[in-house]
């Protein structure tokens, strides 16, 4: 089981009435539910736009219960959105939808909006994906990302490391990074030098496939996988 709750609360903020972070529980065929290959994979079962703590602790329980009744993942968006932002970037995907003849397609706008417009002003953060549970390997990711120029403060003047690993996040198969933007013209050669200092427990091909950089990604909030996968595929979802 995979519980982040307690760990996205204590990194996240409300600065004014229009913030909110953009939450969302998702089937996935990977994980042995049924759902059509028109949505590439996916299914969204409820969205959830949260606007203040008090907001955020009363919908654990509601979305511990969803997430386990579909066999399905909570995915929050570190990153914060700002209401009136969102809405301008919607009206205009509307007016769009209107001047094509798609209108039938309106329903998918807003959430659309909320994914791809992040508050302005503020710097994003990034989520790497390391796929291994192994501790040693993870270092050696988060070495090379702190030894990457970026916009933070290195973490003494007697270091080169800057301090761009906010917090990890636990997932599945191995954590998510969440981190400032940093340099990434450096990455991989930071990663080869820290893979050697620790005697190459990465191979190279396992250095160029083990984590992934996104910049406006969602994170893993919740997952409890409660029965096998081969029980799950017909199962009826519940909203």
């Known amino acids: 089981m995979v519980d982040n709750f307690e760990q996205i609360k204590e990194h996240i903020t409300f600065d004014n009435k229009d913030d909110f972070y953009f939450c969302q529980i998702i089937q996935r065929k990977k994980d042995g539910c049924n759902v059509p290959s ?28 969803l997430c386990e009744q579909n066999n399905a993942r ?12 969102v809405a301008l970037v919607a009206s205009k995907a509307y ?41 040693t390997k993870i270092a050696v990711v988060v070495y090379a990302i702190n030894s990457c120029r970026s916009s933070r403060p290195r973490k003494d003047q007697s270091h080169t490391e800057y301090d761009n690993v906010e917090f990890v996040v636990q997932t599945q198969n191995g954590v998510h990074l969440v981190t400032c933007g940093f340099d990434l013209g450096t990455f991989y050669d930071q990663l ?17 496939e083990i984590c992934k950089v996104k910049k406006d990604n969602p994170t893993l909030m919740y997952f409890n996988p409660l029965k096998p996968q081969s029980d799950i595929e017909n199962r009826e979802m519940f909203f």
């Open 74 to 85: 909570c995915y929050f968006n570190v990153n914060v959105r700002n209401a009136k932002e």
């Open 192 to 208: 080869l030098y820290h893979n050697d200092r620790v005697g190459n427990v990465f191979t190279d091909d396992e250095l160029k």
């Open 38 to 65: 028109a949505n590439n994979g996916y299914r969204t079962i409820k969205t959830y736009y949260i606007r203040s703590f008090e907001d955020f602790d009363r919908r654990v329980d509601a979305i511990k219960q």
């Open 95 to 135: 007016i769009d939808l209107v001047m094509e003849d798609r209108c039938n397609q309106g329903h998918r706008v807003y959430d659309h909006a909320c994914g791809i417009t992040p508050k302005k002003g503020v710097k994003k953060r990034w989520i790497v994906d390391v796929d291994t549970k192994d501790s």
